[in-house]
């Protein structure tokens, strides 16, 4: 019901935008699968996703649908190397999987697939999710992406960086008693010490999402909405760069609504 609610409000404020149908409950997401179908929006919808875990009532429901859309995650819990999350999309053996996460796609009727690369946190293989999105466009073609925000939300050290109500801020308490330090800074940034600390968050947030626009990555999943106004702007910086760099070696943007067409 809540995903039916969520599709309907969405389709009224906007009807043409793709949207991810993402769950934790197995049993909704066939469910959305199947209401997608029968209300006309399954060529906008995007099945959020394939990977190891998948049950077999999923497959087919996306099987007996018109979904033609999904991610599909190369996440190998085993092996976050390039060649590991390579061989969950082409091998399997991930949770007790036969076969890629490419081919199981496949053989469910997915024609539009989007190769996720797993982010992965810092210091358990983060850097091969960033390699994974040159692997993947070089040897399967497909647009590639993921949720690298995740990165930043799952690193400890930057968590305690910042604080929260019931840990306080590391970066607040190490600038007790460097009080000239403290005003040149708050000179710099709005909503005062929030602000400084919202900023040294913001920036690996954001940042770890430039990275990867840097390295071809076609889809950003840049996580909740209220990071939209910062993020729209780096994104917006990151492509008018890669386009200005590409122009050099004679590849031009056709589509009217780039950045650099609008921005500059």
């Excluded at 992406?145 to 929260?164: D, E, F, I, P, Q």
């Excluded at 710099?188 to 840097?214: E, F, K, R």
């Excluded at 070696?249 to 650099?260: N, R």
Aim: charged share 20%; hydrophobic share 40%.
């Amino acid at each position: 019901e809540a995903f039916e609610s969520y599709f309907q409000w969405f389709d009224s404020i906007d009807n043409k935008t793709a949207f991810l149908m993402d769950s934790s409950v197995p049993g909704a997401l066939a469910h959305a699968c199947k209401y997608v179908t029968d209300v006309g929006l399954a060529h906008r919808a995007i099945y959020n996703s394939i990977n190891g875990s998948i049950p077999p009532e999923n497959i087919e429901a996306i099987k007996n649908s018109d979904v033609d859309a999904a991610i599909v995650l190369a996440f190998n819990p085993a092996d976050p190397s390039v060649a590991g999350r390579e061989k969950t999309l082409v091998e399997g053996g991930v949770a007790g999987q036969t076969k890629g996460m490419i081919q199981i796609a496949e053989e469910a009727g997915i024609t539009r697939p989007i190769l996720d690369t797993a982010a992965t946190p810092l210091g358990l293989g983060s850097g091969g999710a960033y390699r994974e999105i040159l692997a993947c466009k070089a040897i399967h073609g497909y647009p590639t992406g993921g949720a690298y925000h995740n990165m930043t939300v799952s690193w400890t050290w930057l968590k305690r960086w910042k604080g929260s109500k019931k840990n306080p801020s590391k970066l607040v308490e190490s600038l007790k008693g460097k009080d000239a330090y403290v005003e040149q800074l708050l000179h710099h940034y709005l909503g005062g010490m929030d602000g400084v600390v919202q900023a040294a968050w913001s920036a690996p947030d954001i940042g770890c999402n430039m990275i990867a626009s840097t390295l071809g990555a076609d889809l950003i999943m840049y996580g909740p909405i209220e990071n939209v106004e910062a993020m729209i702007t780096a994104q917006a910086y990151t492509d008018i760069a890669v386009l200005e760099a590409t122009r050099q070696m004679g590849i031009e943007c056709i589509a009217e609504s780039h950045p650099i067409f609008k921005l500059i």
